[in-house]
């Protein structure tokens, strides 16, 4: 069915206010509600972190006595089950709200459908879908988390116009704009977790830290894919300034003597499964969702590019694209390996965007 732009314009109201909190609510999905009674935003709110009130009882709270007979907007499912905080859905009931617009259903399958159902139930109307798109994309780590019990995984590049990440020499700083770098610092300050191989920290010594100018910002935890336990206790991932995690991936091949000195200098050891050697990423993926790492960002060399897209773990690619040539065929490309033989074989990206940042381009768009 067709929705009104009234609507579409409160519903967008409850997605901006949702947005407010990315990166902050993990592992529970963005939220925002909006309560509109004659015409008038009556009572507003949103999911601002786990543990927190949801977004529907805020705006219902801002509300008071308006609720009753007003219509509500809100961008995700009502929950029905008691989590660390009470069912939005029982207070939804007890509001006196007359009509629900529900953007997406929740996959998580304690909802899953269950939430709308009874709100029905109870007499009030409800209608599903509007601004669906939006608010799908809005809740996507959220949405794969639950249905393929996976992180969601972005890869994300800085490159010249030729796809080249660095000199024959190895320089690559900075091939992009100040302003591009800060947009991969807001990146950093919404996901869980940043991931390297072993080769990025030999080559660049990363911190992997979030600096974000005029902004308070969180650290993501670093991720070191490192299959023989060879990270120096030195690097600068080891920052005492930084309360984010270390965790090195490895297998069983590495020196239990190495693993012990990396957990001395405060990393966590995870031995993951080894195809020929080297750590199987579908399997560190199944691990870290086990950790509660719901999203994961990819920031390394063409190595481990091209082994995330190999293993299918990634789900989206963010390239920074600087208007500059640098050539050579041994500089390195965005991503190495054995590449492929025939034009067929190449990946699609689906459902693209261009957008102009600084002197730069990013291009980003999704895989599966």
Known sequence: MGFSEVDQCFMHRAIDLAAKASGRTSPNPMVGAVIVNTGQIVGEGYHKQAGTPHAEPQALNQA??????????????????????????????????????????????IVAGKGIEQIRQAGIEVEVGLCHDEAYQLNEIFIKNMVKKQPFVILKAATSLDGKIATVTGDSQWITSP???????????????????????????????????????????????DSCCRTPIKAKIFNPESRAKVIIATTEFAPRTKMEELESAGADVLIVDSNDKRVCLTSLMNRLIELGITSILIEGGSEIHASALDAGIVDKVMFFVAPKLIGGQSAPGVIGGNGITNLSEAIDIHNWEFTKIGEDFLIEGYLN
Not at 83 to 95: E, F, M, N, R, W
């Open 64 to 109: 008071k006595g308006f609720a009753r007979g007003a219509t509500m907007y809100v961008t995700l499912e009502p929950c029905c089950h008691w989590g660390q905080t009470p069912p939005c859905t029982d207070i939804i009931v007890q509001s006196g709200i007359s009509k629900i617009f529900v953007a997406i259903e929740d996959p998580n399958p």
């Open 179 to 225: 302003a591009a770098r800060q947009k991969g610092h807001g990146l950093r300050d919404t996901v869980d977790a940043i991931l390297v191989g072993i080769g990025t920290v030999f080559r660049d010594n990363p911190s992997l830290t979030t600096r974000l100018l005029n902004r308070d910002s969180q650290d993501p935890i670093r991720i070191i894919v």
